[in-house]
């Protein structure tokens, strides 16, 4: 179970992020939903431990993050927002390093990276340098690295970018199996479509205050909209789409 | 059970410790350099290994004229004794051991400390933070072991062999030996340690901007502190040779005698000065490590772990002047094309914004001036007009930053951000070597207005004038000759041009310096009492761009347009007969 309770960070004294509350439970899947600049990524590092919250914690199974961020660390799952790898490594030797860093045994590790590697069609490329691979190859080396230990936690971080359609296909369907084996995840995106479909429930922040949190099915119905897009439009807008569409065209063809 | 299981299992054992997998990434990340997305670093590094040994190596080969024993006997120099010969050329060693490692920390410098790559790949594994900052101090510790090991390697070896020459006895083959050994891997590690200690302490103390801000300074400083202690080995070797270093008490200030001394130390030859020289150098190898370590932590502390709160952004300059009135002024009169103008805004502010471009622009910059600097320094004045080293310096300086910025424009930025010109180009534009040229010139304005004021307010507003026609003549010719064959947007192509055959153009670069600076300047000298004389430079010019003429004319309409080519072409397509 994991659990934030009115998480705050400050930059110089002003808010990114602020009063952030929610629980996922396991076999939970939260999306967290906003525009850029409402906080999603300040969040995340929250909840992996990169950032220290100004206020307000981080807890895990009833523990605080903080108290033992290893333990933490090693039953979570990250997958960031932008696969920046080493490019001079090879898929298999960033995958051996994870493997090792998370304390595998040496013939367990090499066995699922091999699986792995076959099941997210990236076996063929293993020892080709990951400069070489492209961005949807390298989030599939990130999400590989992701599951290596099998986490009970899982954070994905925009997770689908730059994966083709047969990926992100899997990737969905992987996600949604993850939380019914009883994983907790936390899915960050953009991707409105994606998140209704696999999210059991949903969050939505806009310049750092939570400005919706329910279950995926009966966030439209609450909020008394047609569907999630209409939703998340209204909840986080603040300026006119088809206006300010309709004034770049003008700008274009002036 | 057989040796090789046992050690198959050893070296097992020390790859699954986490300990090691650190070390090994973080080593590789420096050993590859910090640009990212480049395939060629695998060459590059064992290129740069080879290529740091050579300095070494050829002032061994150089010196084993003087310790030949038949060429002793030709000179009927019968009581030479190789042991105090080779003291002030064991100076040289350790200047060229500091130089060497001091300019490879200073290389190394971005790749030196964590960063955000490290952040979001290694922080999120459950791995303790002291570990990571335990594992990156050991590695930087390896690196600069590799480093000095490698660039004093050939001349450990070489070096007592050809001052041992003439000599049969292995004992003094080895005493010479060990204290050249001890002095210059001693000396290399000093150097490094400093530089790596000085970057620590200003990240220690500066917050993340500010040290983004003043690095490239701070690095240029060091380099020209470097190159100052190698130009001037020369004069202190003459001290050496004359047993007089006792006697000069500023000499005990320069690091690099200290470890004259320790090399006296370890062949057990050290009088009270040497000795006192060796306990400083020994004392200064143990507390630039002490400190460099000390400000790594610190550095550590305050940038990594709360490298995550930190926005990046670009570092440099916004440089808004350029759409300003000098850059309309330039745009009417200089910049005719909107690929000149478009191409030369690019070039300046990836210039003044890309620390590896800013870098490679100040390495030039600062072996310019201290070239120019020490001629001006050695040659002296000669009043009451300019002297010829007075004309001589400015002209070494812009060489040094015409060559560097004519490199440097081969040096590729982000790969993936060249596709917006190759769609916005048209392959046949021929006006790559025009931008080059054009913007070589446009960027050394300020030296020549800045030197050619000096020379006015010093000689009055006829010399100031003729110096900066003829600063200014030269610039455009050199920046025209050597832009000739440039098919590029600078920096946009990977194809980097100056990897072959860089041996060669090296070469060419020494003796162009006489053609470009000393040559005119004597003809300047001659000509300052009668600035008419200064129309000796027409035939001259009149020879070097009819030949840039020449080679232009004959070059083909597929030799000036523009190209993006990201790869060698190979020489012998062959053929899939298999298919």
Request: with cysteine.
């Amino acid at each position: 179970m994991l659990e934030v309770r009115r998480l705050t960070k400050l930059y110089n004294s002003l808010p990114a992020v602020q009063n952030v509350s929610f629980s996922i439970a396991p076999g939970q899947i939260l999306g967290c939903l906003g525009p850029n600049g409402s906080g999603k990524s300040t969040t995340v590092k929250m909840l992996i431990g990169l950032l220290q919250p100004s206020s307000g914690q981080v807890l895990f199974n009833g523990a605080d993050i903080h108290a033992d961020l290893v333990g933490y660390r090693k039953q979570l799952g990250y997958v960031p927002e932008e696969p920046n790898l080493y490019p001079y490594l090879s898929g298999r030797e960033y995958l051996e390093m994870v493997g090792t860093l998370r304390g595998l045994g040496r013939a367990q590790r090499d066995q699922k990276i091999a699986d792995l590697l076959q099941l997210f069609s990236m076996y063929p490329h293993r020892d080709g340098s990951i400069a070489s691979y492209s961005k949807g190859m390298r989030q599939r080396i990130l999400l590989i690295a992701a599951l290596l230990d099998n986490p009970t936690l899982l954070v994905f971080d925009e997770p689908l970018s730059g994966l083709d359609v047969m990926s992100a296909l899997i990737f969905k369907n992987l996600i949604r199996r993850l939380g019914e084996g009883g994983r907790t995840v936390f899915y960050c995106s953009h991707v409105l479509e994606v998140v209704e479909k696999v999210c059991s429930h949903l969050l939505i922040l806009r310049a750092g205050d939570v400005v919706a949190y329910e279950a995926a099915a009966d966030l439209p119905r609450v909020r008394k909209e047609a569907s999630l897009e209409e939703t998340f439009a209204h909840l986080v807008s603040e300026i006119d789409a088809e206006k300010v569409a309709g004034e770049i065209i003008e700008v274009v063809a002036a | 059970m057989s040796d090789d299981g046992l050690s198959d299992r050893i070296a097992q054992r020390v790859e699954d410790n986490p300990l090691y997998q650190l070390v090994k990434l973080k080593l590789g990340r420096m050993l590859h350099g910090a640009n990212p997305d480049s395939e060629d670093f695998d060459s590059g590094i064992g290129v740069a290994l080879s290529v740091l040994t050579l300095p070494g190596a050829f002032l061994s080969l150089i010196l084993f004229n003087k310790y030949g024993s038949l060429l002793h006997f030709l000179r009927g120099q019968l009581k030479f004794d190789p042991y105090a010969a080779s003291l002030p050329d064991e100076y040289l060693f350790i200047v060229l051991a500091m130089l060497v490692s001091g300019g490879v920390a200073l290389w190394k410098w971005d790749t030196l400390f964590l960063d955000r790559r490290d952040l979001v790949n290694i922080v999120p594994l459950p791995v303790h933070t002291r570990q990571i900052f335990q594992a990156s101090l050991l590695a930087v510790a390896l690196l600069a072991l590799i480093f000095c090991v490698d660039v004093n390697a050939v001349s450990a070896v070489l070096y007592p062999l050809v001052v041992s020459a003439s000599q049969e006895s292995f004992l003094f083959w080895s005493g010479i030996a060990l204290g050249h050994v001890t002095a210059i891997l001693a000396a290399s590690l000093f150097s490094f340690a400093a530089v790596f200690a000085i970057a620590g302490i200003f990240m220690a103390g500066l917050s993340a901007r500010a040290f983004q801000a003043v690095s490239l300074y701070l690095r240029g400083a060091i380099a020209v502190a470097l190159l100052l202690l190698f130009s001037g080995a020369f004069s202190v070797t003459a001290y050496i040779g004359q047993g007089t270093v006792a006697q000069h008490a500023a000499l005990r200030y320069l690091p690099s005698i200290w470890f004259l001394g320790v090399c006296q130390w370890a062949r057990g030859d050290a009088g009270a000065t040497f000795r006192h020289f060796a306990f400083l150098g020994l004392i200064g190898l143990v507390t630039t490590a002490v400190v460099g370590a000390l400000a790594y932590a610190l550095a550590y502390q305050r940038h990594f772990s709360r490298m995550a709160e930190l926005v990046p952004s670009p570092s440099g300059h916004s440089l808004a002047g350029l759409n300003s009135l000098v850059g309309r002024v330039l745009d009417r009169t200089i910049l005719r094309t909107p690929f000149e103008r478009s191409g030369f805004r690019f070039v300046v502010r990836t210039l003044g914004r890309s620390d590896r471009h800013r870098a490679a622009v100040a390495v030039f910059a600062a072996i310019g001036l201290v070239a120019g600097t020490e001629y001006l320094l050695w040659s002296g004045v000669d009043p009451p007009g300019p002297s010829t080293a007075q004309f001589v310096s400015p002209l070494i300086l812009l060489y040094c930053c015409i060559l560097g910025l004519r490199y440097t424009f081969d040096l590729p930025v982000e790969l993936n951000a060249n596709w917006v010109f190759r769609f916005l180009i048209a392959p046949t534009l021929e006006e790559g070597s025009t931008l080059a040229a054009k913007t070589i010139v446009l960027l050394l304005l300020p030296i020549i207005v800045v030197v050619s004021v000096v020379f006015g307010m010093g000689w009055g507003f006829v010399v100031g004038a003729c110096e900066a026609l003829v600063l200014a003549v030269l610039s455009v010719t050199l920046a025209t000759g050597i832009a000739l064959s440039f098919r590029k947007l600078p920096f946009t192509c990977a194809k980097a041009a100056f990897q072959q055959n860089a041996l060669p153009k090296l070469l060419i670069c020494v003796p162009g310096i006489f053609v470009f600076a000393m040559l005119p300047a004597n003809l300047q000298h001659w000509a300052r009492s009668n600035p008419m004389r200064l129309l000796v430079f027409v035939p001259f010019l009149a020879v070097v761009w009819w030949g840039i003429y020449e080679v232009r004319s004959r070059q083909v309409s597929f030799e000036r347009q523009i190209t993006f080519q990201e790869t060698d072409e190979t020489a012998i397509a062959l053929l899939n007969l298999s298919a």
